[in-house]
């Protein structure tokens, strides 16, 4: 079974800086995309940015500037710094996999549990 487990959420002030962490456990082939996505109440859940392999990064136009994705492939983990948060940065987290358990298997989809990021004063 692969796991995706997050930390790092909790509540900041605005302009606060927090770094998320996901790390991805279990029986795993390649891990080819590692990426964060994140739903606010009431809203569907968007992409926040998203690192390849080979390190190619995506972000969305609303943290380009503010957000930086990296990953360690060797821990199998990806982080995500957050500075200069804003409060409609508030929203659950969720960390997402995209992988083979296997050379010759399916592509899979993985997510995690979710972790709360809260911006207010």
């Known amino acids: 079974q692969v796991q995706l487990v997050e930390s790092g959420g909790g509540l900041v002030q605005p302009g606060g800086s927090l770094r998320l962490s996901c790390k991805a456990s279990?029986?795993?082939?390649?891990?080819?995309?590692m990426g964060w996505y994140r739903q606010a109440p009431g809203k569907q859940r968007e992409l926040v940015a998203a690192?390849?392999?080979?390190?190619?990064?995506n972000y969305a136009d609303s943290v380009k500037g503010r957000f930086t994705i990296s990953r360690d492939n060797a821990k199998n983990t990806v982080y995500l710094q957050m500075n200069s948060l804003k409060p409609e940065d508030t929203a659950v987290y969720y960390c997402?996999?995209?992988?083979?358990?296997?050379?010759?298997?399916?592509?899979?989809?993985?997510w995690g549990q979710g972790t709360q990021v809260t911006v207010s004063s």
């Open positions: 997402n996999a995209v992988l083979q358990i296997t050379g010759t298997g399916p592509v899979y989809d993985y």
């Open positions: 690192i390849t392999s080979g390190g190619s990064t």
């Open positions: 279990g029986s795993i082939f390649s891990i080819y995309v």
